[in-house]
């Protein structure tokens, strides 16, 4: 936005002064939801995606990431859930294969209903990030400044991505 010399807050236009629009404001209040979903939608797809669907095999269960799953699955699990994940989150087997360990982990983010809890997520952000991009004023759209197309458009190319 600096390069192309969008300025930090301007007045349209015929307007008053309380009708300023920040453009930056804006665009930070739709991009950092949107890279977050982006980031949440990442670590799922670790998780649920195949090889073959995502392009690579997931590590984040055995890497020992602090990812959105795990994250929310120990908010999400028991005691004994609990203490299943902390035995086996970040352990590997030496061949490097998927080991007993990262499937006790899957079991119980399948058990505390992870895929629901991500769908629900997944779809409120989405109408969350559209009604933020729906708060770009009409003058700024016209002045050519912010487009909700072009935010419209991010969202629209990672919504219910699955690689």
């Known amino acids: 936005m600096h390069m192309c010399h969008i300025p930090e807050s301007y ?6 002064p309380s009708a300023t629009i920040y453009p930056y404001a804006l665009a930070s209040d739709i991009l950092l939801p949107l890279g977050e979903y982006f980031q949440i939608q990442d670590d799922f797809l670790d998780y649920a995606g195949t090889p073959e669907q995502i392009g690579k095999v997931g590590t984040d269960i055995v890497d020992n990431k602090c990812s959105w799953c795990i994250v929310t699955a120990i908010a999400l699990a028991t005691p004994r859930q609990r203490q299943i994940l902390e035995e086996n989150y970040g352990k590997k087997e030496e061949d490097g294969t998927i080991g007993e360990q990262e499937r006790r982990v899957k079991e119980v983010y399948d058990a505390v209903g992870l895929r629901k809890r991500y769908a629900e997520y997944e779809e409120s952000s989405y109408w969350r990030i559209l009604g933020l991009i729906e708060r770009i004023p009409a003058e700024a759209e016209w ?3 912010l487009k909700r197309e072009m935010f419209t458009n991010f969202l629209q190319k990672i919504f219910k991505r699955t690689k």
């Open 11 to 16: 007045t349209p236009l015929n307007a008053s």
């Open 143 to 145: 002045d050519g400044v």
